[in-house]
C-alpha cells in the first residue's frame, strides 16, 4: 500500500482541491492498481476542514499541537501501522500531478525530493510581480537541485523507520529527515519529475516554511537584497 499524508490546520478552502488531485494520483496506470490511503492530520482545526476530508474518503486523525513535524509523524505512523511500503507528503495548499506518486516509485529511489510550481502570486498584491520575478531568477526547479519540501516529498517505509521519521519540529521537519536519511547512505532522487503546484498565500502556517520564505523574499528585494528564495538545505 501506498500512504500520503496531508497535515492541515484550518484548510477547508483549499481541502477539497488537495484531496481531489491527490485521488487522481492514486488512481494512475502506472501504480497497476496498488491501494493508496490518505490521512489528513488535523493539526488544531476549528473550521469544516474535517468534515470536507472524511466527504472526499480520506481518513483522518487530530492532534492539538501546532507543530507541522508532529501532524506529518503521526499521520506517517498511522499509514504504516495500516501497512504503507511508501510515504508520499504534501500539504494542503498544494495541488500535485495526475503522474504525482507514478513518478516517486519511478525513480526507483529511497528517498524522492520534488520541487514546487507556483502559478498565482495575486495574494501578494502589488508585491506579486516583484516575488515572481525573485522566484524566477533564484529557484532551481530543474533535476539536481537540492530543495526541500514537505509539500512534494517521498520515502520508503524502511528508509523512514530506520531515521526515526520526523521530529517533532515547528518548522525544518522535512530538511532535518532528508538530511538524516542522506547521512544513513540511502539513495536520494533530487527531482523536478514529480510535479506539484502549491499557493503563495501570506498567511504563514509554519514559520520558516515556504510561505514564510516567500514573505521574507518580498521584503528583501523591497530592500534592494537579492539573495536565494530558498537556498539548499542539503549538501551536493
Known amino acids: 500500500m501506498i500512504g500520503i499524508v496531508i497535515p492541515a490546520h484550518n484548510e477547508e478552502q483549499a481541502i477539497g482541491t488537495c484531496l481531489a488531485a491527490v485521488r487522481r494520483a492514486g488512481q494512475h496506470s502506472a501504480l497497476m492498481g496498488e491501494p ?21 474518503g480520506a481518513m483522518t486523525v487530530s492532534v492539538r499541537a501546532r507543530n507541522v513535524g508532529m501532524a506529518r509523524a503521526v499521520g506517517a505512523q498511522a499509514l504504516l501501522a495500516r501497512g504503507a511500503r511508501w510515504l508520499a507528503f504534501t500539504d494542503a495548499d498544494t495541488v500535485v500531478s495526475e503522474a504525482w506518486l507514478a513518478n516517486q516509485l519511478a525513480l526507483q529511489a529511497d528517498v524522492v525530493c520534488g520541487t514546487v510550481g507556483v502559478q498565482d502570486w495575486s495574494p501578494h498584491g502589488c508585491n506579486a510581480e516583484l516575488l515572481q520575478a525573485h522566484f524566477s531568477e533564484t529557484y532551481f526547479d530543474r533535476d539536481d537541485h ?29 530538511e532535518t529527515l532528508v538530511a538524516a536519511l542522506v547521512a544513513s547512505g540511502y539513495r536520494v532522487a533530487w527531482s523536478s519529475l514529480p510535479r506539484v503546484v502549491t499557493s503563495a498565500r501570506v498567511d504563514a502556517r509554519a514559520p520558516g516554511g515556504f510561505a514564510g520564505a516567500l514573505l521574507n523574499a518580498v521584503a528583501q528585494r523591497l530592500a534592494g537584497a537579492a539573495a536565494p528564495l530558498q537556498p539548499a538545505a542539503i549538501p551536493p
Request: proline fraction near 0%; include cysteine; charged fraction near 20%.
Open 36 to 56: 493508496v490511503e490518505t490521512v489528513v492530520v488535523l493539526d488544531d482545526c476549528t473550521d469544516a476542514t474535517c468534515v470536507l476530508a472524511a466527504a472526499a
Open 146 to 174: 537540492r530543495h526541500v519540501h514537505g509539500a512534494n516529498l517521498g520515502v520508503s517505509a524502511d528508509a523512514y523507520r530506520s531515521v526515526g521519521g520526523f521530529k517533532h519540529l515547528v518548522c525544518g521537519e522535512d
